[in-house]
């Protein structure tokens, strides 16, 4: 089989997916095309029948130890004819768990032909002091030999089959915004007084949890924590305040580096 393109497909609130699946992607040295699935309008208009000689690398990040919930418009735009895909998870340097093991089961039901599973860390969403900067300069290099080795192997591993870690049935339940616990649950977004209604937020909000007619209303059912919305605001009007929240983040940061996880790679065999 020749590999005519490929497809980095993703959903990445703060980038860190973005930048591993391209990174597989450009290590194809193959002509390669981006789908970014973030925003709700992104995935409202997307549909696309991969063919069988393309490649599919679809990344997601973990939350709570799973694929995010209420992410079924990312999947059904996205349709295979035993397509050779590359199932790809980012996780902020605690456990990644039953997550790379769902999406591999989500991909086989969209008629993907998932032939390798890889789990990558990306910069922790609740603090730039958890796994800093990564994916780093390393985390990239791997993931680009990855792409070399996919397309080098093909062949074989089309032929072989795919076991990657996790639970089915799945042991973790994930986060669920209507039912936050530990420091999510004081992880609760404010809009402040210096908020200029540029509507930035509502916009690339991946959840729909912004207010479109009151930029400053955040529907905490719906919020995933992800803090786009903080990191992208112009004017930094988006802020957690709680002192709960940064009383936890001091042990759960503490606890986080007390290791180095390491990227983790499963090519069929």
């Known amino acids: 089989m020749d590999i005519k393109k490929v497809y980095a497909v993703y959903f990445s609130p703060t980038g860190t997916t973005e930048k591993t699946a391209i990174a597989i992607a450009e290590g194809a040295v193959i002509p390669y095309e981006k789908f970014n699935l973030t925003t709700r309008e992104a995935r409202r208009n997307f549909k696309h029948s991969f063919k069988k000689n393309e490649l599919a690398i679809i990344g997601l990040p973990v939350y709570g130890g799973r694929l995010p919930k209420n992410l079924d418009d990312f999947f059904s735009g996205l349709h295979g004819n035993a397509t050779p895909a590359i199932a790809l998870v980012l996780y902020g340097n605690r456990e990644y768990e039953d997550a790379l093991i769902e999406l591999k089961l989500i991909l086989e039901e969209r008629r993907f032909k998932v032939i390798a599973g890889a789990a990558f860390i990306g910069e922790h969403t609740f603090s730039k002091k958890i796994a800093t900067g990564r994916p780093d300069a390393g985390d990239l290099a791997i993931a680009n030999d990855f792409g070399k080795t996919i ?119």
């Open 151 to 269: 397309v080098k192997n093909i062949n074989k591993m089309m032929q072989s089959t795919l076991h990657v870690k996790g639970n089915y049935p799945f042991k973790v339940e994930g986060f669920d915004p209507a039912k936050p616990r530990y420091l999510t649950a004081s992880a609760n977004i404010i809009t402040m007084d210096n908020c200029t209604s540029c509507g930035l937020c509502a916009e690339d909000c991946p959840w729909g949890a912004i207010d479109t007619n009151d930029f400053k209303t955040i529907d905490s059912l719906k919020c995933f924590r992800c803090f786009q919305c903080i990191k992208n605001c112009p004017v930094n009007a988006k802020a957690v305040k709680d002192e709960q929240f940064f009383n936890l983040l001091t042990e759960f940061e503490m606890r986080l580096n007390a290791r180095r996880c390491e990227p983790e790679l499963f090519p069929a065999e």
